[in-house]
């Protein structure tokens, strides 16, 4: 990169990180709640609020306390007198629509003040990789990943959403490069920096539990390239003489420690999650969720609980139960024409290639294109070196061990990708590119890293002008794709498949339509007056009578707060499903029933959207729901 942008490097990741930070906030004003945001809300406010963890104990509570506790400051009224909470075995769903729509709180308000911890968290996030990254890899390394990861159109889409995703790739990068700088900078500080890190992932998301058998992995390459043991002093070994069970230990111990260190913090946290957690409550909880579970895990469970001191790391326990049994339940997933409950191998790589901007696809290919040269010129190097065919391979596992000591940081990157990858690829959950984010954020470094590398070879006036041209078209490129997807960044599109009005052709669901345009549709109508009836079959968070009808109240004057509190007698707004069937005038669908409704068709018997799929809509709203009219 050029030396004025170097030297004003501070100012372009402010500038970059505003900008990020700009596009979110002005796309979270205008999404209505997606799926997940339903169960998240209410749970975080109830963590914050009552110490109670009945709601959503299916995910970890750190980033649904950041969207909670905003919510203390305003004078918003929980359900708690409400049967989802005081008797219902996680009671989320009713409890999220009660709490945001039918209790006379302000759905946009709650949203407001609950999505801008995560928002701010996102930036936060950026300014993590630019930090980091311009200590291992230098200044314009960090511009460019941080650049990537502020503009991509997928995080812009979900980082300011109350879900895990955003918050996973966060924490997720916090631990691989915590875990690399102490295994660089070895110390009892950053020992202490790596364990809290990977703590907090596991405080995020359940799928952090990958980490523990990565880790092992990544100590094993450390102990094995390495000359000399750890010099950690918190685990010295002076009084140890054998040389081999020196260094051995030195790397396993840290290991064992910070496994324990990591799940002892997980304990304290959940512990004040469960302070007023009633027992029953949890004990009911185990029963339903390990109904289809051996006797043996449902009994163990039910063991711990009844123990005031192991109640907190039982519900973390029985959280990581709910995950292994979700994702072996699998999840309606259309896919290019196809719908399953069950996976498809190539979902994560199609999503990847399809939702990736086609700017970065061909870094990525430039990249992969030099690691594969470096591989084949390492490979000939071997070949041609004179001598036995043993005294070969010692010198290559000499130059190996080498390598892995000089290129630590990247091979932790490097292999946790293709770690995570495989776990996606070969998982039963297909739930959109949102599953990724733990990995795009070190695909972003390791390819600005090789890419810029590769530029910075040319040392000709000509050669630098043509690669300065090139790096100047893709940034460009990608800034682009990125400012015109506004403000529809979940469904999101490159130009491979002619971009992002086809991609209900190829997914649904969080990759295209979670419910986010449902305030976008209600604007729309309202610019079109001539529109006196139209039926809505909406997917997502939020909703529609709301948005649409009048409420209504009691004889004294009270609101009624439940789902049949709304007058929409003289609504535009119509309810409307698959199974009413055929019909004519104004229909508007969310493309996630359009598409699914073949698979519970075929699965169930119910009426399919044959009749509409094939029609040409008359409007398209984000992408996400599709307007006909039928004559």
Known sequence: MGKFILNHSRLLVIVILLAKFSLGLFTMLGDSAVVDEIAHIPAGYSYVAYSDFRLNPEHPPLLKDLAGAPLLLTDVEFPKDHISWTEDVNGQWESGWHFLYHYGNNPDLVLFFSRLPLLLLSVLFGLMIYLFSKKFFGTSVALLATFFFALSPNFLGHSHLVTTDMGIAAFTFLALASLAYFLKYPS???????????????????????????YFGIFAIACISAKEPLQVKLFELKSLKNKFWKKFLSFGLPYIFMMAGSMLVVWIFYIFHTLNFPQEKQAELIQTVTASYPDIVRNTLLTLSRTPFLKAITQYILGVTMVFGRVAGGNTTFFLGEVTNQSFKLYFPVSYLLKTPLSFLLFVALSSILLFRDAIQAKLKILSKKGPPKAKVKKFWVDIKTYAKNYLTEIIFFLFILYYALISITGNLNLGIRHLFPILPLIYVLVSKRSLRFLENFKTTSGKLLANGFLTVIVVWFALSSVLAFPSYISYYNEIIGGSGNAYLYFTDSNVDWGQDLKRFSNWLKDHPEIDKIKLDYFGGGEPKYYMCLRKFDETGKLIKNASGYNCDNSVYERYQVNDGPTKGWI????????????YHELYGQQDYDWLRDQEPYAKIGNSIFIYRIR
Do not use: C, E, G, Y
């Open 188 to 214: 009892t500080r950053t020992f202490i920096l790596a364990t809290l890190a990977l703590a907090s992932a596991h405080i995020t998301k359940f799928s952090s539990v990958t980490l523990v058998p990565f």
């Open 588 to 599: 508007a669908v969310s493309v996630t029933f359009l598409q699914n409704a073949r698979w």
